[in-house]
């Protein structure tokens, strides 16, 4: 353990540092409170920092000699999760003062573990994006190249683990936001099965799809996350009651055997050049390391955008119905009645990105409409989930890049939402499926970006999914690769 | 693409008829990029037409099975005062939200 490297350290050197005495859980905060006070005004990783209540927190750890997976670990929480106390926006102007009286279940969980949340990462508004460039409180900016994109909408965590301002964040996905900005940024991102972690406390955007997860330097730190999150909640009707595996105890190194398929026919077209010499390279690195490869069709893969992009806008317009000025959040001035004050407070508190969504989903659920969008994109999710089913009859995981590119320039697509939707080819069919999918690096463009490789696993299998990513690691070293 | 001279998916009105049915009061340059913006994605979704889905349910939720209702019994939860502490407009006198008048 070296303190100047501290920043760079896994949260399981970190963990095993506070519990050998050699440092203390409140040195290992303030260093970190120190280097986002540093670095935070050139990246906009963080929205809010919770200074006071980390210090707090870590005192209690280093006091109660705490043993917990996360001990004296920090940890960056996503601003669309609640945390009792601490300013919660969702990245949206609807929410900028918004103070929960409870914490999510995962972020009570973490707490419960050892770990000591730091802070509130940025993210797209609401999560409805791929760049953070919708947030209300501007983009994040990559650590690799403060021009670029962060990936969204867990662009502010994926920032906070790449910059070395947090060894492991949280993040949520819908249809790729954990994956996607850990694959631009270079770290390692796990969106779990649908109703393997709670979702009490998570601001909903489209609940058949959310789900949370953690994003981490290696495989074994998002395994350890995994273990604390994942499990029944009775707050979460959806969080299933399957017993979770010991994730990272999964991580034996050997994948002598495994079934590995890759949509060949995917990855024909609009894939960039650099994606695919680092997804070939991967693919031989498992193979050495006793992988079998074996190609696959997934034939209504090329619908999963469109499906997505009708259920998810669907699902939002009726869940972000709720932000009406009553209750919670920002109102507008200058309503004269009940309706004006609702019209004016969604115009004024939602930006560009969401009121597209929500103008979408309201159009594909409306009468005349509801049949061929909404309806048709349901029958059409059956069939993307069956080609999954029908895969996993001869391989065991799924592989793909996580991303047909790396990041592009702040800027480059805003003015464009469908180029924007189509990036999601390769992450939103594992939503629509509920399936587990890991984002782990694979390796550098000539300009030095990072590239993801997305591992997707059968329901409930992350552990073979955090094996993979752990024994690939092992030959590996674009996960120690850090930004200068 | 949607080439030159090709009508939207979209009309002004169509517009006009989503945003009030979602509580947006829009400006005519929100209008008017909508209408462009939205008919483009709704072009492009509309290839899922094209998959033949006759006989295929429809999934709503990919949970095999929902877990069992827990029991229902009396839990703690947000005091008045707490409930009232987000609340643009709240009256604490009377523990209730405050509105504009309704009609």
Same mark, same amino acid.
């Given at each position: ?8 350290? #896994?949260?399981?050197?970190? /963990? ?25 005004? *050139?990246?906009?990783? =963080? &929205? ?78 609401? *999560? ?18 403060? +021009? ?50 709670? $979702? ?20 074994? +730190?998002?395994? #350890? ?67 079998? @490869? ?18 998810? #806008? ?5 869940? !972000?119905? /709720? ?7 920002? $109102?507008?001035?200058?309503? $004269? ?8 407070? $969604? ?49 065991? *995981? ?24 189509? #990036? ?24 030095? !970006? ?9 329901? =409930?299998?992350?552990?073979? @999914? &955090? ?18 | ?47 899922? %037409? ?42 604490? %006198? ?10």
């Amino acid at each position: 353990m070296s303190r100047e490297r501290l920043p760079f350290h #896994t949260a399981r050197e970190v /963990r095993d540092a506070v519990l050998a005495r050699q440092i203390s859980a409140v040195e290992v905060c303030e260093a970190t409170l120190a280097r986002i006070a540093a670095q935070n005004t *050139a990246l906009n990783a =963080f &929205l809010s920092v919770a200074a006071e209540r980390a210090i707090e927190r870590a005192r209690a750890i280093d006091r109660d000699k705490h043993t917990g997976p996360l001990a004296g670990v920090p940890i960056a929480v996503k601003d669309n999760i609640m945390t009792r106390g601490i300013t919660t926006t969702a990245a949206s102007k609807m929410l900028r003062t918004f103070v929960p009286p409870y914490d999510a279940t995962v972020v009570a969980r973490l707490e419960a573990s050892g770990a000591v949340v730091i802070g509130k990462t940025n993210c797209d508004e609401f *999560a409805m994006g791929s760049t953070t460039e919708n947030s209300a409180f501007g983009p994040s900016r990559n650590p690799w190249n403060p +021009d670029y994109i962060s990936g969204g909408s867990s662009g502010g965590s994926a920032v906070a683990v790449a910059a070395g301002l947090s060894p492991i964040a949280l993040g949520s996905d819908t249809g790729g936001s954990i994956r996607q900005p850990a694959s631009l940024c270079g770290i390692v991102g796990l969106k779990p099965t649908y109703g393997r972690v709670s $979702r009490y406390g998570l601001i909903a955007f489209a609940s058949s799809l959310d789900q949370v997860g953690p994003m981490a330097r290696t495989a074994y +730190d998002a395994a #350890t996350a995994l273990s604390v999150l994942a499990g029944p909640d009775p707050l979460d009707a959806t969080a299933s009651q399957q017993p979770c595996a010991d994730y990272a105890g999964a991580l034996s190194g050997d994948i002598r055997g495994v079934r590995l398929g890759v949509p060949r026919r995917m990855l024909e077209q609009g894939v960039e050049p650099a994606v695919h010499g680092c997804f070939d390279g991967a693919l031989e690195i498992l193979r050495a390391r006793g992988a079998e @490869l074996v190609d696959i069709d997934l034939p209504h893969a090329p619908f999963a955008i469109s499906t997505y992009y009708v259920i998810a #806008t669907a699902e939002a317009s009726s869940n !972000l119905a /709720r932000y009406d000025g009553v209750r919670y959040g920002f $109102r507008a001035e200058g309503g $004269r009645n009940v309706r004006e004050m609702y019209e004016k407070t $969604r115009s004024q508190g939602f930006g560009p990105e969401v009121k597209r969504r929500i103008m979408l989903g309201t159009y594909v659920l409306s009468a005349g409409y509801y049949d061929a969008y909404y309806l048709k994109a349901q029958q059409v999710r059956t069939l993307v989930r069956r080609d999954y089913d029908r895969a996993f009859e001869t391989v065991d *995981a799924v592989v793909m890049p996580t991303s047909p590119t790396a990041a592009f320039r702040i800027g480059e697509k805003v003015e464009d939402p469908l180029s924007l939707y189509l #990036t999601d080819v390769f992450t939103v069919s594992a939503n629509l499926a509920g399936l587990p999918a890991l984002s782990i690096p694979c390796g550098l463009t000539p300009d030095s !970006l990072p590239i993801g490789l997305q591992l997707t696993g059968k329901p =409930f299998d992350e552990a073979t @999914l &955090l094996r993979i990513g752990d024994s690939y690691e092992r030959d590996t070293n674009w996960w120690k690769a850090c930004p200068s | 693409m949607v080439a030159f001279g090709m009508p939207e998916r979209l009309t002004r009105a169509d517009v006009d008829r989503i945003a009030a049915l979602a509580r947006l009061e829009l400006s005519d340059a929100e209008k008017d990029l909508f209408v462009h913006q939205l008919s483009h994605v709704l072009e492009y979704a509309e290839q899922i %037409q094209q998959i033949d889905t006759s006989g295929v349910p429809p999934t709503s939720q990919v949970l095999s099975h929902m877990p069992a209702d827990r029991d229902d019994e009396r839990r703690p939860g947000l005091t008045n005062a707490e409930a009232l502490a987000n609340a643009p407009d709240p009256s604490p %006198q009377t523990g209730l939200f405050r509105v504009p008048r309704v009609l």
